[in-house]
Every structure is written in C-alpha cells, then in structure tokens.
C-alpha cells in the first residue's frame, strides 16, 4: 500500500543528472532571449550579442553530451503514471535532449557556414568541420531557428508537466530533479 502524497518520495535522479539538468536550464534561460534580441540591438553592439550567443550555445552543447553521459551511467528513476503518461513523459525528455544538440550544432555549424568562425567567448577560436559555404547557410540557419522554437514549444509542455503534477496532482515529481 502506498503511502499517501504528502510523505511518499518517488526517487531522484542523481545528483548529477540534477546539476546539469539546471545548468543546462540557465544556459538556455540565458541563451535562447539573447537569440531572439539580436535582431532588434544596435548594430554597434550586435557582434558582441552574436558572440555571448554562439559561446553559451556552444556551451549548451557540451553540457548536453555530459547530460548524454549522465544519463547512460545513471540511468534515470522510473517514471510513475499510466502508460499514456509514461510515454509522453518519455517522448518530450527524448526530443528536449534531441533538440537542446541539434540547436547548438546548427548554430554552430551555420555560423561557420556564414563566414564567421566561434570564437569561444573571445578567449580562443573553436575548429569547425565546415568553412564559409553560402549555399549552406540558410539551412543550417534555418534548423537552428527552427529548433529553437520546438525547443520552446517543448520546454512549455514540460513545464504545463511540472504544475500539473505539483499543482494538480499535488505529488512529489518536481522533487525527483530539486
């Protein structure tokens, strides 16, 4: 017999998955603003926009492999629900980590495409697998916009996830990533 909300805990992920998990999660609160901003900033400060940008996106990607990492070393706690539950739970987790790599790389990727090698914060040039080629450019430009707003999409659904379950439900699942 279970216990009732108030004192039944479901188990945690580990420590951390939890970490990176808020780290990627102010990286993006961060990021994906100051993506949608440039386009509207002076023109005297947008290349540092552009870089602040691209370096916390590139950043965003190698948290992202560690929360890969993470997540094949401990693998996470199971999820409580019915089936229906369990599968969506399972499909937007799947594509947030699918999406949070695809966005970095195309950005990445787009802006060497477009003649402007990442230079990681100003500190160092970051080696790209592609030189300036403007007939690739507008895709790969297109994918990372794209995927920024699937991103957001999908952040909203985890979200409305989240206050159902602590609002509504009023059980302990938030409390599985705090």
């Known amino acids: ?3 009732d909300n108030s004192t039944y805990q479901l188990p945690k992920y580990s420590g951390v998955s939890r970490a990176l998990h808020w780290i990627v999660a102010l990286l993006v609160f961060m990021t994906w603003p100051m993506g949608l901003m440039i386009g509207f900033v002076k023109d005297e400060v947008k290349l540092d926009f552009y870089l602040v940008h691209e370096s916390l996106g590139f950043l965003v990607l190698w948290v992202m492999l560690l929360r ?5 070393y401990a693998p996470a706690p199971p999820i409580q629900g019915s089936f229906g539950e369990r599968v969506a739970a399972h499909t937007v987790h799947g594509l947030i980590y699918m999406f949070l790599i695809i966005m970095p790389v195309s950005g990445f990727l787009a802006t060497n495409a477009h003649g402007f090698p990442l230079q990681w914060f100003g500190l160092f040039p970051v080696w790209s697998p592609i030189e300036k080629s403007p007939e690739i450019a507008p895709l790969l430009s297109a994918i990372h916009e794209w995927s920024a707003w699937i991103v957001l999409a999908l952040f909203a659904l985890h979200l409305l996830a989240v206050i159902f379950h602590h609002v509504i439900r009023r059980d302990t699942t938030l409390y599985r990533i705090l």
Not at 68 to 72: F, Q
């Open 1 to 3: 017999m279970m216990a």
């Open 68 to 72: 890969v990492g993470a997540r094949l």
